[in-house]
């Protein structure tokens, strides 16, 4: 079976954080890139983090270094992404996904992605 599920989105305020989990299943987790995307309203997918091979090589789209952190739990088959220092701009739906070529983690396309989950919203008031 495949399986992706996000969890902890939330409303906050701007400067505030927020934890986003990914439960995956053991097949899909050992895909040697697994990252996150969002999309808010109107706008186009834009990827946000990758890491790849368990944590060999990590990026992030410039808009969020140094306030993003995304990491991985072997023993719990889960992603995580910490998000720091919220902007109203972060506000969208974040998707976890996973990409069995790799690609996604080297240019954050979402077009590279090759499966997804419901997601989760993030909104940030200011």
């Known amino acids: 079976q495949v399986r992706l599920a996000e969890s902890g989105g939330g409303s906050v305020q701007a400067g505030g954080s927020l934890t986003l989990s990914c439960t995956i299943d053991?097949?899909?987790?050992?895909?040697?890139?697994l990252g996150w995307f969002r999309q808010a309203p109107g706008q186009e997918r834009e990827g946000v983090a990758g890491?790849?091979?368990?944590?060999?090589?990590?990026y992030y789209r410039e808009s969020v270094k140094g306030r993003f952190s995304i990491s991985q739990d072997d023993a719990k088959s889960t992603l995580y992404l910490q998000m720091n220092s919220l902007k109203p701009d972060d506000t969208a739906e974040y998707y976890c996904?996973?990409?069995?070529?790799?690609?996604?983690?080297?240019?954050?396309?979402?077009?590279?992605?090759?499966?997804w989950g419901q997601g989760t919203l993030v909104t940030v008031s200011s």
């Open positions: 996904a996973s990409d069995k070529g790799g690609g996604f983690c080297f240019n954050l396309n979402p077009a590279a992605l090759d499966k």
């Open positions: 890491i790849y091979l368990g944590g060999d090589r990590i």
């Open positions: 053991p097949d899909t987790f050992k895909s040697p890139c």
